[in-house]
Each structure stands twice: as C-alpha cells, then as structure tokens.
C-alpha cells in the first residue's frame, strides 16, 4: 500500500506573472503543509485567462511564455519533491497555445497542449494534437486542460496510454449564454462536476480537477476544484470557494478495487464502434 495526498486548488489568476507566481509560491507552501504529493493548479495560473470567450480582443491576450520560461523553472524549485501541474499560454513561436506542465525539483516531466478549443479560443490559441501519459513518482499522469474534458475520448486516450492519474486544468465559467441566479443552478456548474466524474468513472481512474475562480472581464470562474475516485465517487471538492481539495488514497489500490469485476478498458469492442471522418 502507498497513499498519498492529491490537491486540487480553485484560485483566482490574472495578468500580473508577479502576483500569479507570488499565489502559487502560497498555494505550493499549502499543499506541502498538508503532506500533498501532487498538487493541480488551474489552466493559465500563469498570466489568466482570456477575458471575453465569444470576442477575444487581440490586444489583451495572455501573456505568452516560452516552454523554458524561466517562471516556470522557478515554479519546478519551489514544487521540490512535490508534483505541480500548471497552466499558462505557450508561446509557440508564430503561434500560441493553451498548454499545461507538470513539473517537480527535478526539472519538467510533462507537457499538453490544448487540443479542443471552444469557438473564442480559435481566435486566440492554435489547438494541440495528441494526448500523452508520462511517469511520475506518483503514477503515470495525463493532463486535459477545461474543454478537453468535454469529449470522452480525450481521457480514453490517456487511460489508454496507462494514466492512472488525470489532472484536469480548468478556467472554466458560468454559462455564458443563460445565466442563474445562482451558482448551483448554473447550467456549466453541472456539466464541470458531471464531466469530472464521468471521465474518472469511465475510465476508472482518479482525477483531480482544478479550477479558476473569480472573475476575468465578462466571465465569473465556478471553482469547484475536486478529486475524483476511480468509481466517479467525489473524494474532496472546495465548492465554488477558493482553496484546495485535498484527498489521500492509495491510487493503484483504488484502481484495482474499481477493476475488480468489471475491466472497462479491457472490455472495450474497438471494431464495433464507429469512426466518422473528421
């Protein structure tokens, strides 16, 4: 047996870098406090995200970093024998990208880019292609960053490739289109929990979702922050608060006990499904 502690954040980012970082140096302090070994920030901890989804203005963009930004090298010291997933837009030369890292003292041991973006985002990011698992000290891991998580087989294609862990990184917001009047009515507030625990359930695997909150422009980030059993059952969630989703478990453990009789993995038909072109 070998438990250890996952942490989701939910927590506000903005354009500042020297406040981003200076939140994360605290939200890193915090987990390490709590005895977490991997800890999932929000997608674009590093910079925040764009401020109007449907009408990006070219002008007011992320700030985009470079792969070896020396930001994120300093966010690799201060994780140390940590685990830290992180977001930020990916400065790709004549091109961007909503990307994520995961890195430890030990330098960077994953990257994704987003590979699924909403219609806004066309018009600021050019979309990843391909979903890849890496080792870590705590298991193989496969990153989705908000809208990846929408399509099944984006957390297939990592449970696939031998994820056990997924962390979902998320700037995710209230409906924009139909507004509640309150946060647990809102149509988007569903989808992201339904969402976390249909991709853990499915693939049965444990999931940490993280998650912006606040507010950037016209948008209001919907927290939530959690972490997901590989039975889809919620081992920790912040609400819609700031703050970190903190649970401890055995992660291959767990897995086994979720594989005992049913195998989703194993039992797929692949030749009966369908492939439409694209």
Sequence with gaps: MSTIRIAAAAAHFGRDLDFDLARIAKLIDDARALGTALLVLPDA?????????????????????????????????LAAEMLVCV??????????YNAAVCVSGDGILGRHRKVHLPAGEVAAYTAGDRFAAFDTPVGRLGMLIDYDKTFPESARS?????????????????????????????????????????????????????????????????????????????????????????????????????????????????????????
């Design 45 to 77: 901890a590093l910079g925040g995200y764009l401020a109007d989804l449907r009408h990006p203005d070219p002008e007011a963009l992320p700030p985009a970093l470079k792969p070896d930004d020396p930001r994120i090298l300093h966010i690799a010291r």
């Design 87 to 96: 977001g930020y837009c990916e400065d790709g030369g004549s091109e961007r």
């Design 158 to 278: 990592l449970a696939l490739d031998g994820a056990e862990i997924l962390a979902c990184l998320s700037a995710w917001p209230t409906s924009i289109t139909n507004r509640a009047p309150r946060l647990a009515q809102d149509r988007q507030a569903k989808l992201f929990d339904l969402y976390d625990q249909a991709r853990a359930a499915e693939n049965q695997v444990v999931l940490a979702s993280s998650n912006q909150t606040g507010a950037m422009g016209g948008m209001r980030f919907l927290g939530q922050a959690k972490v997901v059993g590989p039975g889809g059952d919620i081992l920790a969630r912040t609400w819609s608060k700031a703050g970190l989703a903190v649970a401890e478990l055995d992660v291959a453990a767990e897995i086994d006990r979720a594989r005992r009789v049913l195998r989703h993995l194993d039992e797929r038909r692949p030749a009966a499904y369908r492939e439409h072109p694209s």
